[in-house]
Nanobody, 121 residues
Framework: VQLQASGGGLVQAGASLRLSCAAS????????MGWFRQAPGKERECVAA????????YYADSVKGRFSISRDNAKNTVYLEMNSLKPDDTAVYYC???????????????WGQGTLVTVSS
C-alpha cells in the first residue's frame, strides 16, 4: 500500500484544515488507518485512528472534540478534519496503515510522506 498525504498549510489559530490520505491498492479497505503528527523535538503521536469499517475510532485527548477522522473505502481515502486549530497543533502530519487498531506507531506498517501543518497565533 502506498499512501499520499495532502492538505497541510499555514493557517491562523481558530481556522480549519482538512487533510486527505489517498492510498493505492485494492486492500485499503482491510487496513486500520491512523493519523500521526510529529512536532520539532517531540515524539510522533497518534492523533486519530479508524478501523476498516469506520465503526471504531480513537482520538488523542489533545484533539478530542476538534478533530474528526473518517474514511471513504470506495475512494481509498482517509480524512482528518481539523477545526479550532491551535499553535500547538503545528507539526508534520502522517497517515499510516496497520493490521491492528491502536495508537502505537510501531504497529503501523505503511506510512505516507507527511504534510506540514503550521498554525500561527
Amino acid at each position: 500500500v502506498q499512501l499520499q498525504a495532502s492538505g497541510g498549510g499555514l493557517v491562523q489559530a481558530g481556522a480549519s484544515l482538512r487533510l486527505s490520505c489517498a492510498a493505492s491498492g485494492r486492500t485499503f479497505r482491510s487496513y486500520h488507518m491512523g493519523w500521526f503528527r510529529q512536532a520539532p523535538g517531540k515524539e510522533r503521536e497518534c492523533v486519530a485512528a479508524i478501523s476498516p469499517s469506520g465503526g471504531t475510532i480513537y482520538y488523542a485527548d489533545s484533539v478530542k472534540g476538534r478533530f474528526s477522522i473518517s474514511r471513504d473505502n470506495a475512494k481509498n481515502t482517509v480524512y482528518l478534519e481539523m477545526n479550532s486549530l491551535k499553535p500547538d497543533d503545528t507539526a508534520v502530519y502522517y497517515c499510516a496503515a496497520s493490521n491492528y487498531f491502536g495508537r502505537q506507531a510501531a504497529t503501523y506498517i505503511y506510512w505516507g510522506q507527511g504534510t506540514l501543518v503550521t498554525v500561527s497565533s
